[in-house]
């Protein structure tokens, strides 16, 4: 079936068209049609795309709205422009699937929507107030505009971390706020640690309840999830994304008592020191460059910057030590995964991480780590390591298909990574 993979958020689209079914995902042979965005909706938008095999497109177009971006996708999908084989109409396409950002504690696994689905989705909007609206107004399009017949699928950025212990997901407030709040460490980019973690398996040919592994999702946002017999029992991100590793611009943990402090010397309120965290720190603010890892690593090679080197070290010490806190809390892992742009792309990056952890039996192929980028995924330690590390590009968008078509099809995900 083709599904349309829709991630919306409040000025962009995320979209892609890929085919998949219960057979294809069984034999490993789904296909991805497309892959594209809209930026700036809500005025003259920017449309990038590209077709599989094909350069990347750029247009402009004025779209007001999420209904006028969702619109546009499916007549220029269906459109000769795009020339398509597999879709001539908009009956050609299946099913859609969605990213949505917080599910609560009421969803575990993806889901297909109903009344009651968009209710629970809505409900959560106090706990994500950027994104969930975003993310249902992108449903409530797709609705609009393929009909209520056709299924759509939530899958949820928080749902693979449900599985996080007691111990793990409370903060030590009173207990009272979690219950009347629902305060706790809920966690993100769990359809990443999640796709990663399956294809580590698949890679080394293990069972789901035999992945004992530490996945470091190192991108714009970064995190940290320690895995142990398949399921999360801890990860870095918080009651929101902005607690735990160094980030492109957020800072990741603090003392709390931070906020107040700066809220009273800087004369700003509560709402605008959350902003400084979440905009204006990270490797941005302590480089005072640039929220870019790849420009600061060019900086620091070609510049010899204290702050970009400051950043850097900064950034890969903070995984060092939530990967030893990790490997405590989970009784010692087989693997260390990387993913995301910088995870992926940086065996320099990896290198700083690791750097120290031999001790544990993590040593770094210096030959493999320099080949893993570009996409390629493998193995990046030395095969006498105790503890291996792997470089695993994310595919969060495959993950949100596979998921639309198995809720397509009545499989039951509760188990299932
Ligand atoms: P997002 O979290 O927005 O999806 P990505 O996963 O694409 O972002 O990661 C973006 C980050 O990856 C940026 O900091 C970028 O500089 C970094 N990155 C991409 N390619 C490289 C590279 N070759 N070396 C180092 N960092 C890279």
Same mark, same amino acid.
């Given at each position: 079936?083709?599904? @349309?993979?829709?991630?919306?958020?409040?000025?962009?689209?995320?979209?892609?068209?890929?085919?998949?079914?219960?057979? +294809?995902?069984?034999?490993?042979?789904?296909?991805?049609?497309?892959?594209?965005?809209?930026?700036?909706?809500?005025?003259?938008?920017?449309?990038?795309?590209?077709?599989?095999?094909?350069?990347?497109?750029?247009?402009?177009?004025? @779209?007001?709205?999420?209904?006028?971006?969702?619109?546009? #996708?499916?007549?220029?999908? $269906?459109?000769?422009? %795009?020339?398509?084989?597999?879709?001539? %109409?908009?009956?050609?396409?299946?099913?859609?699937?969605?990213?949505?950002?917080?599910?609560?504690?009421?969803?575990?696994?993806?889901?297909?929507?109903?009344?009651?689905?968009?209710?629970?989705?809505?409900?959560?909007?106090?706990?994500?107030?950027?994104?969930?609206?975003?993310?249902?107004?992108?449903?409530?399009?797709?609705?609009?505009?393929?009909?209520?017949?056709?299924?759509?699928?939530?899958?949820?950025?928080?749902?693979?971390?449900?599985?996080?212990?007691?111990? %793990?997901?409370? *903060?030590?407030?009173? *207990?009272?706020? *979690?219950?009347? *709040?629902?305060?706790?460490?809920?966690?993100?980019?769990?359809?990443?640690?999640?796709?990663? %973690?399956?294809?580590?398996?698949?890679? $080394?040919?293990?069972?789901?309840?035999?992945?004992?592994?530490?996945?470091?999702?190192?991108?714009?946002?970064?995190?940290?999830?320690?895995?142990?017999?398949?399921?999360?029992?801890?990860?870095?991100?918080?009651?929101?994304?902005?607690?735990?590793?160094?980030?492109?611009?957020?800072?990741?943990?603090?003392?709390?008592?931070?906020?107040?402090?700066?809220?009273?010397?800087?004369?700003?309120?509560?709402?605008?020191?959350?902003?400084?965290?979440?905009?204006?720190?990270?490797?941005?603010?302590?480089?005072?460059?640039?929220?870019?890892?790849?420009?600061?690593?060019?900086?620091?090679?070609?510049?010899?910057?204290?702050?970009?080197?400051?950043? #850097?070290?900064?950034?890969?010490?903070?995984?060092?030590?939530?990967?030893?806190?990790?490997?405590?809390?989970?009784?010692?892992?087989?693997?260390?995964?990387?993913?995301?742009?910088?995870?992926?792309?940086?065996?320099?990056?990896?290198?700083? #991480?690791?750097?120290? +952890?031999?001790?544990?039996?993590?040593?770094?192929?210096?030959?493999?780590?320099?080949?893993?980028?570009?996409?390629?995924?493998?193995?990046?330690?030395?095969?006498?390591?105790?503890?291996?590390?792997?470089? #695993?590009?994310?595919?969060?968008?495959?993950?949100?298909?596979?998921?639309?078509?198995?809720?397509?099809?009545?499989?039951?995900?509760?188990?299932?990574?």
């Amino acid at each position: 079936m083709n599904i @349309l993979v829709l991630n919306c958020g409040s000025a962009t689209l995320k979209f892609q068209l890929i085919a998949t079914d219960l057979d +294809l995902i069984s034999q490993n042979a789904d296909r991805r049609f497309v892959r594209g965005s809209i930026e700036r909706i809500g005025g003259e938008a920017i449309i990038t795309s590209q077709l599989e095999g094909h350069a990347v497109q750029r247009s402009t177009a004025p @779209l007001r709205d999420t209904r006028a971006a969702v619109d546009f #996708i499916i007549r220029w999908l $269906c459109s000769p422009d %795009a020339n398509l084989a597999e879709v001539r %109409a908009i009956a050609d396409i299946h099913a859609v699937g969605h990213r949505v950002v917080h599910g609560g504690e009421f969803f575990k696994h993806s889901v297909l929507i109903d009344e009651e689905v968009l209710r629970g989705i809505e409900d959560c909007i106090d706990l994500a107030p950027l994104h969930n609206p975003a993310n249902l107004k992108g449903i409530l399009a797709a609705r609009e505009l393929f009909g209520v017949g056709l299924p759509q699928v939530a899958v949820f950025d928080t749902a693979f971390h449900q599985t996080l212990p007691e111990t %793990a997901y409370l *903060y030590a407030l009173p *207990y009272p706020l *979690y219950r009347r *709040y629902r305060i706790r460490r809920y966690g993100f980019h769990g359809t990443s640690h999640r796709y990663v %973690a399956y294809r580590y398996r698949q890679l $080394c040919n293990m069972e789901r309840v035999a992945t004992n592994i530490i996945t470091l999702h190192l991108g714009n946002g970064c995190s940290a999830a320690a895995i142990r017999a398949g399921n999360s029992i801890d990860t870095s991100m918080g009651f929101t994304p902005l607690e735990g590793l160094v980030m492109g611009t957020r800072s990741g943990d603090l003392d709390p008592a931070i906020v107040d402090w700066l809220a009273a010397k800087e004369g700003l309120s509560a709402r605008e020191v959350e902003t400084l965290l979440n905009k204006q720190s990270g490797l941005l603010g302590i480089s005072g460059l640039t929220n870019d890892m790849r420009d600061l690593l060019d900086e620091a090679r070609e510049n010899n910057d204290r702050r970009a080197r400051l950043a #850097i070290e900064l950034f890969c010490y903070r995984i060092r030590k939530y990967i030893g806190a990790y490997l405590a809390a989970m009784n010692g892992a087989d693997a260390v995964v990387f993913t995301g742009g910088i995870g992926e792309n940086s065996p320099e990056v990896r290198t700083t #991480i690791c750097a120290g +952890l031999e001790w544990l039996g993590l040593h770094l192929d210096a030959e493999r780590n320099a080949a893993q980028t570009n996409g390629r995924e493998g193995v990046i330690s030395t095969t006498d390591s105790h503890l291996a590390a792997y470089v #695993i590009p994310t595919d969060e968008e495959l993950l949100i298909a596979r998921d639309t078509a198995r809720c397509v099809a009545g499989v039951s995900l509760e188990r299932r990574s």
